[in-house]
């Protein structure tokens, strides 16, 4: 078979375009992470031309060096800064061809079913349930080849959540992962340097170019012209690699689909930076899983930088019943450029306990927030300078899941055998026995006061059957647009309730077959 | 040297409202602004440190000072721990500033000045001098002051000066033998996952699109016999799949944890 040149699927570095080009192709993928690449590599095997347009960087395996001070601005949105206005909550997203799949650490779930039929009653999402996304989860499991983590490879930071929640008679679990010859180094949040994790630009997005797509790395996408109720053009911006600005160069793409893959946060930002929100929903009911930590000194070593990063849960908290925010619990890593932005304190305090550090172990709690009648969660919005903005009001009812997530994660922590627990409080609650734990109910939870992190950005274009609630219909089309589709963690009306990544793979794969019905 | 300049209206990350708005959260905020105070204050001088060293991205000398200074303070001596000029924050911290979006950068500009500033410190802690010219204590009370500030505003601050300090600091492996965090470990060799898809690397001709194998199990390196096996017994029985055969790797990979020098050495 001899190659034809025009049509041959590859990827492009922004960089290295000599002119400015325009692309005319049956569907237009903005971003290539858990959504973008699998919607790709669907629509593509499936015959049609299809344009990935990816703002990161195209990374290999050996730009990986396992350190964090460059690993961070370089694979993270907002070069690892990114966070809600107040600061109060810190939000990682990866930025990369392959998204967030290229930093994250590779815990794989299928959506509980309580969720899918919440969707359905509360948010009038129809023809999305557990049957309907079988087969997908089946076929990405099989692809990324998801298996269980061996208790073996549990590494001590993982063993203080299973053996602290084994002695509470807390239900523990051992989590599935899409790794493939992990040899546990831990340091999946900088890239894996051996190819280990199967990450999207490992798989799927290979997958998309052998069917021939074009994918152009460090190419932005600015604005979406419409035209009616069709999205026309798609104006985006070569992006300078050692600067990450505009170098000049311009890709226009005129599909006949376009289907908005940038994540929870960015897909938001490009429709308003587009003026593109008939509804005014856009940006709206953005979720967070909100995550509170908690850190302990162990008088053995822990050596939390070590091993798999994540490879235990908790999910005991998870339904906590009627008005009452849910959470589940997770190990998180202890490298040194992390923890001490998370350690609290300053000066002495700070430097005893970072002095600790082999013997630290962190826990997570992480809150299930959108299910309340009422609550709406966070909001993405412009700034009158052009930058995105999330704001997240934090209700009193995930703050006091946040305080009983720390509360569980500090008993857990003492039955393990910690010397000490450490609130992340500026001033921090001290814990040395179970008396101590209550005391927690008297700290200064309030925004920026305790610090709260997100792996989990979901929402922002919600789905659903009412457009003055929702930005996309139950086939991810959005309202009032004919051949615009959302297809990434956007869409999910609520926050997930376990980590999200095998999800929106398997809703990609599912929607990619009603984007190529728009095509006709 | 200093910028002889009216107070810019400040605005911090994130901020709705103007100065104005939030001084007036302060107690005589309003009071001082209208009977010109401010600027009396103000205008008190920061002195850079001249061994700050290299040339600045965004940061004048003058904010780069206040970061010294907090960097001091949030690292105070210890045995081990090098100093933060050492480790070159402020010019970390320039760096990470200047890989903003610009108006970002302004915004952390402005907080180190306002940080900085006489006025903000006698509004909220009644002292009269530059946190720069301030005591060590005086500067320990200054930053408790804004962690633990009933304004979310001045918590927002402190967090963003936080991280921006830390990250700094312990991002450097000049800090590491402090912490007995030994570096990474060594880069075992690749798992091969299939051959690279055509027109992925060079531009070399596109081979047949043949269908995708599906996942083939690349080797895993042996278990080592000596893994410690966990006390506890697995969890409740599950229906997991068989582990997986492994075929021997002829080059036993080093096992993670293998502590390594790390690359900076401590002075």
């Known amino acids: 078979m001899s190659p034809e040149p025009r049509n041959a699927g590859r990827i492009v570095a922004g960089a290295d375009l000599r002119r400015d080009v325009e692309e005319r192709p049956d569907v237009c993928v903005v971003g290539s992470g858990a959504g973008g690449a699998v919607a790709a590599a669907r629509l593509a095997e499936k015959g049609l031309r299809v344009v990935v347009l990816e703002e990161g960087a195209r990374f290999g395996r050996e730009d990986f060096k396992m350190d964090e001070s460059t690993a961070y601005p370089a694979l993270y949105q907002e070069k690892g800064q990114r966070a809600t206005a107040d600061q109060a909550i810190s939000i990682l997203q990866g930025r990369a061809v392959g998204g967030t799949t290229v930093v994250n650490w590779a815990v794989s779930y299928r959506l509980p079913e309580r969720v899918l039929s919440h969707w359905q009653k509360v948010h009038g999402v129809e023809g999305l349930d557990a049957a309907a996304l079988a087969p997908h989860y089946s076929a990405v499991e099989e692809r990324l080849h998801v298996r269980e983590v061996a208790i073996a490879d549990v590494n001590a930071n993982n063993r203080v959540l299973w053996d602290g929640a084994g002695k509470l008679g807390l239900a523990r679990e051992l989590l599935r992962r899409n790794v493939w010859g992990c040899q546990n180094l831990g340091y999946c949040a900088m890239g894996c340097p051996i190819d280990a994790r199967t990450s999207m630009d490992l798989t799927y997005v290979p997958d998309a170019v052998r069917a021939g797509a074009r994918v152009y790395s460090n190419v932005r996408a600015v604005r979406v012209e419409r035209s009616g109720r069709r999205a026309a053009t798609v104006h985006a911006v070569a992006l300078d690699p050692r600067l990450d600005r505009p170098g000049g160069r311009k890709v226009v793409v005129r599909p006949k689909v376009l289907v908005l893959s940038g994540g929870a946060i960015n897909t938001p930002e490009l429709l308003l930076r587009s003026g593109l929100d008939p509804g005014g929903r856009v940006g709206a009911r953005t979720f967070l899983h909100p995550v509170v930590a908690s850190l302990a000194v162990f008088p053995g070593r822990i050596e939390g930088y070590r091993g798999t990063p994540l490879s235990v849960a908790c999910r005991a908290f998870a339904d906590r019943g009627p008005g009452k925010v849910g959470f589940f619990l997770e190990a998180a890593p202890t490298h040194p450029m992390m923890a001490s932005t998370a350690v609290p304190g300053f000066g002495a305090d700070h430097e005893e306990l970072m002095s600790r550090l082999p013997d630290v172990n962190g826990l997570l709690a992480l809150a299930i927030d959108g299910f309340l009648p009422g609550e709406e969660g966070g909001t993405v919005s412009l700034r009158g300078d052009g930058r995105v903005r999330v704001d997240y009001p934090i209700r009193p009812e995930v703050w006091e899941a946040l305080r009983e997530g720390a509360k569980a994660l500090a008993r857990i922590q003492l039955a393990a055998g910690a010397e000490a627990v450490y609130s992340l409080h500026e001033d921090p609650v001290v814990m040395r026995r179970e008396a101590d734990v209550a005391r927690l109910d008297r700290a200064p939870w309030l925004p920026a006061r305790v610090p709260l992190f997100s792996a989990h950005a979901m929402g922002g274009c919600a789905m659903g059957m009412d457009p003055a609630r929702s930005v996309v219909d139950s086939r991810l089309r959005m309202h009032g647009m004919e051949n615009v589709f959302v297809v990434d963690a956007s869409v999910f009306p609520t926050s997930l309730g376990v980590n999200p990544q095998e999800t929106i793979f398997a809703l990609a794969r599912w929607a990619a077959d009603h984007v190529a019905a728009a095509i006709g | ?267």
């Open chain 2, 1 to 267: 040297m200093a910028r002889r300049q009216r107070y810019q209206r400040v605005l911090l990350p994130g901020e709705k409202e103007g100065r104005r708005g939030f001084l007036k959260k302060g107690l005589v905020g309003a009071a001082l602004l209208a009977v010109g105070g401010g600027t009396w204050l103000v205008t008190r001088r920061t002195r850079p440190v001249p061994a700050l060293g290299g040339p600045l991205r965004v940061l004048s000398a003058e904010e780069a000072t206040v970061v010294l200074a907090i960097a001091n303070r949030l690292v105070p001596e210890r045995a081990g721990f090098p100093r933060p000029l050492e480790v070159g924050v402020p010019d970390k911290v320039d760096a990470m500033v200047a890989m903003a979006h610009p108006a970002t950068q302004k915004e952390a500009r402005q907080l180190l000045r306002l940080f900085e500033n006489a006025l903000t410190g006698f509004l909220f802690g009644g002292q009269l001098r530059p946190f720069t010219a301030s005591s060590p204590w005086e500067q320990d009370e200054r930053l408790r002051g804004w962690a633990r500030s009933r304004i979310t505003l001045r918590r927002s601050g402190f967090r963003a000066l936080k991280r921006l300090v830390y990250a700094a600091y312990f991002g450097s492996p000049m800090t590491w033998a402090a912490i007995g965090y030994p570096g990474p470990p060594p880069v075992p060799p690749p798992v091969v996952h299939e051959p690279p898809a055509p027109g992925l690397d060079e531009e070399e001709d596109a081979k047949p699109a043949a269908p995708r194998p599906p996942a083939r199990p690349a080797p895993r390196p042996a278990e080592p016999a000596a893994a410690p096996r966990p006390a506890e017994p697995a969890p409740e029985p599950r229906p997991s799949t068989p582990p997986e055969p492994r075929p021997m790797d002829p080059a036993p990979a080093p096992r993670a944890g293998m502590p390594l020098p790390a690359e900076g050495t401590p002075p």
